[in-house]
Antibody, heavy 120, light 107 residues
Framework: QVQLVQSGAEVKKPGASVKVSCKASGYRFTDYYIHWVRQAPGQGFEWMGWMHPNSGGTKFAQNFQDRVTMTRDTSTNTVYMELSRLRSDDTAVYFC?????????????WGRGTTVTVSS | EIVMTQSPATLSVSPGESATLSCRASQSVISTLAWYQQKPGQSPRLLIYDASTRATGVPARFSGNGAGTEFTLTITSLQSEDFALYYCQQYNILPFTFGPGTKVDIK
């Protein structure tokens, strides 16, 4: 079945970077967009950006444009999201989610989330 | 950025009754609107996409309606497993944006 498995929880100090992985299985990895969405404690969702695993193309939300990087490894069907210059308000659960074959499509399968805690 | 709003913030419903949740977009998103369900400690689950199409495996008691800026999610005959948070999301224009959610709890 279609599955996205994310890496484990992270604790980081302000100013550091975090890199979260998302390993896909059960479908053709290069055919579908992967989105990253975060959810701060007790809050709603904030879309961060997408990557297309085939081309490596990316698009980020303006809030993250200068701090986020998304990469992929097609040999292991894994997408990575790296967020730099962490602040306390980056504390959140970070989800990867499969989008569609086209950009304008919802996220139909989600990873379980990776908790990132930023604290001095 | 398109701002999504949802009402009410909380909806108290008795099991077996129906619930209607509303979602509004600050500008037209045509029909590129999804509804997600989230339970505590879980990832979101896609329920409805393209405003009215049920995702795979979603029971028929969930239905979506609307286009443009006004959308609704209706849950008929609420089951115990339906008490959860519900979010709408537009995926027409980047950045994709979510509403703040409606909590459906037991009356």
């Amino acid at each position: 079945q279609v599955q996205l498995v994310q890496s484990g929880a992270e604790v980081k100090k302000p100013g550091a970077s975090v890199k979260v992985s998302c390993k896909a299985s059960g479908y053709r990895f290069t055919d579908y967009y992967i989105h990253w969405v975060r959810q701060a404690p007790g809050q709603g969702f904030e879309w961060m950006g997408w990557m297309h695993p085939n081309s490596g193309g990316t698009k980020f939300a303006q809030n993250f444009q200068d701090r986020v990087t998304m990469t992929r490894d097609t040999s292991t069907n894994t997408v990575y999201m790296e967020l730099s210059r962490l602040r306390s308000d980056d504390t959140a659960v970070y989800f990867c989610a499969r989008g569609g074959r086209r950009v304008s499509a919802p996220e139909d399968v989600w990873g379980r989330g990776t908790t990132v805690t930023v604290s001095s | 950025e398109i701002v999504m709003t949802q009402s009410p913030a909380t909806l108290s419903v008795s099991p077996g009754e129906s619930a209607t949740l509303s979602c509004r977009a600050s500008q037209s998103v045509i029909s590129t609107l999804a509804w997600y369900q989230q339970k505590p400690g879980q990832s979101p689950r896609l329920l409805i996409y393209d405003a009215s199409t049920r995702a795979t495996g979603v029971p028929a008691r969930f239905s979506g309606n609307g286009a443009g800026t006004e959308f609704t999610l209706t849950i008929t005959s609420l089951q115990s497993e339906d008490f959860a948070l519900y979010y709408c999301q537009q995926y027409n224009i980047l950045p994709f944006t979510f509403g703040p959610g409606t909590k459906v709890d037991i009356k």
